[in-house]
């Protein structure tokens, strides 16, 4: 069930197998207010102690998992290639790739070598933590590698859902709108990292980067904030310094 409309369940599809339950978007359901809470309490219960067994393999492992959300179209399969591209030689990775449908960005991943499962949610608007605990029993992640979940494109569900990551890392284009932050708080207020990605098209566009920052910071003022371009590489260094030093911690 989805915490910001109730919706009912439906099925998902992991490549490879179907039948495990997730969320799906099924709007005009009776649901009285009181028992739709109730629905609601229940459910993030149940997604957080899988969750919290999810982080406790992770930590086991000492494996970094990192929860990349964002809205559609910001880049983030873009950053993730470049990242893995750079990095896959250095450090053991994999991919958790969640999509409504098709298996296109899980083969974008693909390509430059590294492991990746594709989770296809349907209707459904995000990944949960059973979803990724069935991903996982696909995957040989080894010993202190570092393993991106790339959630489902919404700036609104995910946050609610604990997957048993270390981080969620916030990716906002700067073709988006400087006020994202302000307009779905909960997101922003749940990342500790903002990536600010395409400053390349900066040049060509009305967008103050400040008043994006001041705006993140209202919301979270732990917030940390990189700006690169995934494309043209610009700030990647950053970046891939700020993995590191949470590999190290």
Known sequence: MCTTCGCASGEIQIEGFNGAHAPVHQHGLPFAPRRLVDIEIDILAKNNHIADHNRAHFAAA???????????GSGKTTLLTRTLTQLAAQVSCAVVEGDQQTTNDADRIRATGVPAIQ???????????????????????????????????????????????????????????????????????????????????????????????????????????????ATRGDGMDCWLNWLEQQRCV
């Not at 494996?63 to 559609?72: D, E, F, R, W």
């Not at 949610?121 to 202190?144: F, I, P, S, W, Y």
Request: charged residues 15%; glycine residues 4%.
């Open 119 to 229: 989770v296809n949610t349907g209707k459904g608007c995000h990944l949960d933590a059973q979803m990724v605990h069935d991903a996982l029993h696909q995957m040989a992640l080894q010993n202190n590698s570092l393993l991106f979940i790339e959630n489902v494109g919404n700036l609104v569900c995910p946050a609610s859902f604990d997957l048993g990551e270390r981080h969620k890392v916030a990716v906002l284009s700067v073709t988006e709108g400087e006020d994202k932050p302000l307009k779905y708080p909960h997101m922003f207020a749940a990342s500790s990292l903002m990536i600010l990605n395409k400053i390349d098209l900066l040049p060509y566009l009305d967008f103050d980067v400040a008043a994006c920052i001041a705006n993140a910071r209202q919301v979270n003022p732990q917030i940390e904030v990189i700006q690169l371009s």
């Open 62 to 72: 000492s494996i970094l998992a990192l929860n990349l959300v964002s809205s559609p």
